[in-house]
Every structure is written in structure tokens, then in C-alpha cells.
């Protein structure tokens, strides 16, 4: 009998927040993928799982995947982490996720902490239609993307590092325009969890008074549609 790949997100700051599933997952499981064995370490040992975890991130994905592939073949039950959240959002797994389908084994994805939904619940932006971005280009193919997104209608989600918060903030003002509305979510489910609301203007001008510290959510709220004249409507006939 083949196994199975389990994707197993894992908290984000707050140790509460695992669930009693995942726990056993990872105890069931014959092999453990990390993305960072240090990080995974500790807790793995909280929750009581005495077992070794395998390093398995974006510089040995693409190696370690046929070795992988091979156990899960040979009937062991591979489990992967990241160092938090869920596996292949903004993470390693997509990759794994992807050849594995293609051996056509069997895949089983838990459902638990992700930085990006509580953020955008969080942010009193419109949550009906979003867009998730992940993290941005940081160089190559940037003002496009942000050109792009200044046409976006639904509310945009993505994550930044403390080191490019600001300058994040100040092209969205450039493209978007200073009294956007938008949220900026840092250190979720920590002790200093804090979320700012407000204007792309307003929100700069508090991280440039405070500090830039811990992982960070920007939510901005999506382009106004534009009115539609009758000749745009399809069926409209002259």
C-alpha cells in the first residue's frame, strides 16, 4: 500500500493555536519534512513528538522530491511543516504538492493557521472577493505588478518584511493614491500583535513613528469600480 503526503500548517506565533489533528499527524507520520529543523525543533518537543525532522526548503526541494516520492511509494507517510502556517502559502510545498499529484499519489492537506486570513477578517476591508499576493517582486517586474494592482477591484492581500514596509506603503501611495483605504496586520496571535487601520498615508506615517518589528499582512482596499457607459455595456446596440 502506497502513503500519503499530509501537509500540516503549524502556528504562526501562538502555540494554541495547533490542533489536536495535526498533533497526531505528526506523531503517526514515518518522516517529517521542515523547512527550518531549528525552528521545528522546539515545537515539535511541546507538543510531545519525539521524532526527527528532515530539512526540506526551497534550496533541496527540487533533489530531495524524488526521494520523497520514493517513499511515499514504498507505503511510508511523509508529513510537511513550514516554520509556520500552511505548507506552500508564501512557502515551500507547492513543488512537492505538485509532483506528487503527477505519481499520482495521495495528498491530504489539514486546515489551520495561516497569516493572511486573519489579517484580512481582521482589517474591516470587504472579504466577499480578494486577491492573495504573496510577497511582492522586490526588484524585477515590481512597477508592473504594482500597476496591476492599482486596477484591482477586490481588496489586496499581501506580505512584506519589516525592512520594505515603508517603501511598500509609499509606492502603494504613488500608484494607488495617499487616501486609499487599507490594514497592516503585524506579529498576529503574539503578545504584541497589533493591526493599524486607515489611509496608505495614515498607516506610513505610524511605522515611521514606531517599530518596524515582526512579520507584517497589508490588506488594501480594491480599486473603485469604474461607471460603465452605455457603449461599454454588451448589450448595448448603437
Known amino acids: 500500500m ?48 519525539d521524532k526527527k525532522a528532515y530539512s526540506h526548503h526551497q534550496h533541496n526541494e527540487h533533489k530531495a522530491t524524488s526521494e520523497i516520492i520514493k517513499f511515499l511509494k514504498e507505503g511510508k507517510n511523509v508529513a510537511l511543516i513550514s516554520d509556520a502556517g500552511t505548507p506552500a502559502i508564501s512557502d515551500p510545498g507547492f513543488f512537492l504538492t505538485r509532483e506528487v499529484i503527477k505519481n499520482g499519489l495521495e495528498i491530504e492537506c489539514l486546515p489551520g493557521a495561516t497569516a493572511f486570513v486573519p489579517a484580512l477578517v481582521n482589517s474591516g476591508l470587504p472579504t466577499d472577493s480578494f486577491v492573495f499576493e504573496g510577497f511582492l517582486p522586490v526588484k524585477k517586474g515590481r512597477q508592473t505588478r504594482m500597476k496591476k494592482l492599482a486596477e484591482e477591484e477586490r481588496t489586496i492581500v499581501l506580505y512584506e518584511s519589516p525592512h520594505r514596509l515603508l ?25 504584541y500583535e497589533e493591526t493599524v487601520r486607515g489611509t496608505l498615508l495614515e498607516i506610513k506615517s505610524h511605522f515611521e513613528n514606531n517599530i518596524l518589528k515582526g512579520e507584517f499582512v497589508i490588506c488594501v482596499a480594491g480599486a473603485p469600480e469604474t461607471k460603465k457607459t452605455k457603449a461599454d455595456r454588451p448589450d448595448y446596440k448603437k
Open 167 to 191: 517603501k511598500t506603503l509609499e509606492e502603494f501611495s504613488e500608484h494607488f493614491g495617499e487616501d486609499r483605504q487599507a490594514s497592516v496586520s503585524r506579529e498576529l496571535t503574539k503578545m
Open 2 to 49: 502506497e502513503g500519503k503526503l499530509f501537509l500540516v500548517p503549524t502556528p504562526i506565533g501562538n502555540l494554541e493555536d495547533m490542533t489536536f489533528r495535526a498533533i497526531r499527524i505528526l506523531k503517526e507520520a514515518d518522516i517529517i519534512l521542515a523547512e527550518d529543523t531549528r525552528t521545528s525543533a522546539p515545537m515539535l518537543k511541546h507538543f510531545g513528538i
